[in-house]
C-alpha cells in the first residue's frame, strides 16, 4: 500500500469487499426506477427512492471489514489505526451519495418518456427519504464504537441488529414528535438529516479515541 495515499488504500480494500453485491443492486435499483417512470407501477414507484437511497450505504456498511472483527493484523499494516476507522466511515459516506447519479439517470428517463417532476422520484414523502438515509447514517454512527467494545466483538450480527433497531427507534421518535409540534416536513426531514448528519461526524471521532487505545 502506498504509503502517502493509505485513506485511498483503505477505501480500495473496503469497497472490493461490497463491489460484487453494489454490481448487483445497483443496476436493479436503476432499472425498478426507469421501470417505474415509464409503466408507472405502483410497486415500482413506491420501492424505487427507498432503495436508491438504503440500498448502497447498507451494502457497504454489513460488507465492509472489521464491523466488529477489525483484525489484529491491520495494525501491522502501513497505515495510522486513525486512516482505518476514517477508511470506514469515509466509505458509507460515499456510498451513501450513490443514489444521486442513479436518481439524476431515472429523472432523465422520466423528462422523455413522461414529463415526469421530480417529486414523483420521491413518492412516499421528503420524511421518509430523509428517515432512510438518516438511519444509515446514524446506524453507521453507533456500531463502529460499538465494535470496539468487548460486546461489540462478541456477535457482529448481534451489533447490526442492535444499532439499527437504535438508529430506526431514534429517528422514528424525532418524526412522530414532529407533528404535535407542528413542524412541517421539510423541517423534520432536515432534523433527520442534520441529528444523523451530526452524529455520524461525532462517532467518527469517538471510535479513533476508542481504536486507538485497543491492545491487541
Known amino acids: 500500500m502506498n504509503n502517502t495515499k493509505p485513506l485511498l488504500g483503505l477505501l ?13 443492486v445497483l ?114 454512527a453507533i456500531i463502529y464504537p460499538l465494535a470496539c467494545t468487548k460486546l461489540g466483538q462478541r456477535s457482529e450480527a448481534g451489533l447490526m441488529l442492535i444499532s439499527m433497531i437504535a438508529a430506526v427507534a431514534i429517528l422514528g421518535g424525532i418524526a412522530w414528535l414532529g407533528y404535535p409540534l407542528g413542524l412541517a416536513n421539510s423541517i423534520v426531514s432536515l432534523l433527520i438529516i442534520a441529528i444523523s448528519g451530526v452524529a455520524f461526524i461525532v462517532s467518527l471521532f469517538v471510535t479513533r479515541a476508542i481504536y486507538a487505545k485497543i491492545d491487541f
Not at 19 to 24: A, V
Not at 43 to 53: E, Y
Not at 120 to 131: E, L, R, V
Open 27 to 140: 443496476p436493479l435499483i436503476l432499472l425498478v426506477g426507469v421501470v417505474a417512470q415509464i409503466t408507472e407501477i405502483a410497486l415500482a414507484v413506491q420501492l424505487f427512492p427507498f432503495m436508491a437511497v438504503g440500498a448502497a450505504p447498507y451494502i457497504v456498511l454489513m460488507k465492509s471489514e472489521g464491523t466488529a472483527k477489525w483484525e489484529p493484523y491491520q495494525i501491522a499494516m502501513p497505515v495510522k489505526r486513525k486512516h482505518m476507522v476514517t477508511a470506514l466511515f469515509s466509505a458509507i459516506f460515499i456510498s451513501s451519495l450513490m443514489w444521486i447519479p442513479i436518481i439524476g439517470a431515472v429523472w432523465g428517463v422520466g423528462l422523455i418518456f413522461s414529463d415526469v417532476v421530480v417529486e414523483s422520484i420521491f413518492y412516499g414523502g421528503y420524511i421518509s427519504i430523509a428517515y432512510v438515509y438518516g438511519t444509515a447514517l446514524l446506524t453507521a
Open 12 to 24: 480500495t480494500f473496503t469497497f472490493h469487499a461490497a463491489s460484487s453485491s453494489l454490481m448487483l
